[in-house]
């Protein structure tokens, strides 16, 4: 099955198809189009037939069938409108005269039916003349009002879709501004991206330069600030040490002096 095709053309919008070259392009690539896809003997085989069974009257389907054979068509017989006598071996036969003279009966019919059309026509014809053009005119009269009313439709019809054409295209001239302003924003922040990441990549290079990591010092401050501390520690205990020792020999047991501390800080809140 085939994809349906969607017309999206603007003729009241699009231009260039009258510029020079435009008409000659497009012929060749049908051209182009036709050469390579060349039709075959089949191609239709895949569409189903026609429904002309509506329109086949009998007088139709012989003359179809009288065409696809190749046969002549059929004159048309005068014999009607001739007086032939019978023919010379029947001439004794009844039945020959009696065709012959109902032939010559039908013609007298006929040319006395021709005359008495030629009568009426000459009493009544003028009249029938005159009231069949009074019909024809108001006939003609109609169908232009008729033909006024679709050409004021078919106007009204290209004035909406020029309206509405008009409108399409100072939406899709919007969209393209916008998508134009949108594609360069985005090309500016790329640009912008690929600065500011060879600014943060030359920073990074500048400090694993200036400061490289190495485990081995980190490893060493840390036993030496372990060292430090401990040796800060060894020192407190020293000095713990001396100061009982000096007490010891001034003769006031720690316990003692906490006492006396004591009172005297009693005797002075009194």
């Not at 109902?102 to 009249?127: F, K």
């Not at 949108?182 to 600065?195: G, M, W």
Request: aromatic share 6%.
């Amino acid at each position: 099955m085939a994809e349906e095709v969607i017309v999206d053309a603007l003729p009241y919008i699009d231009h260039g198809y009258d510029d020079v070259g435009v008409r000659e392009s497009a012929l060749a690539m049908v051209e182009e189009e036709c050469r390579r896809y060349r039709p075959t003997k089949n191609y239709l085989d895949h569409l189903p037939l026609p429904a002309t069974t509506p329109f086949e009257t009998p007088l139709m389907i012989n003359e179809f069938e009288r065409i696809q054979n190749r046969q002549p068509m059929e004159t048309l017989s005068m014999k009607r409108y001739e007086l032939p006598p019978p023919p010379s071996g029947k001439l004794s036969e009844v039945s020959a005269w009696q065709e012959s003279i109902e032939n010559s009966m039908a013609q007298l019919e006929h040319q006395w039916v021709r005359s008495l059309n030629l009568e009426l026509m000459l009493d009544y014809g003028t009249e029938a003349w005159k009231s069949y053009l009074e019909v024809f005119t108001a006939m003609q009269a109609k169908a232009q009002l008729q033909l006024q009313q679709l050409k004021k439709d078919m106007q009204d019809i290209n004035w909406q879709r020029k309206q509405a054409q008009t409108q399409a295209g100072e939406k899709l001239r919007a969209l393209e501004a916008h998508w134009v302003l949108l594609v360069s924003k985005n090309y500016e922040i790329e640009t912008e991206c690929v600065e500011v990441e060879k600014v943060i990549k030359a920073a990074r290079e500048q400090l694993e330069k200036l400061a490289p990591p190495s485990v081995d010092t980190e490893q060493t401050n840390g036993h030496a600030s372990k060292e430090e501390s401990n040796g800060h520690d060894s020192n407190e205990d020293v000095e713990e040490q001396q100061e009982e020792e000096e007490e010891e020999e001034n003769g006031d047991p720690p316990a003692a002096a906490d006492t006396n501390r004591d009172e005297d800080e009693g005797s002075n809140d009194s």
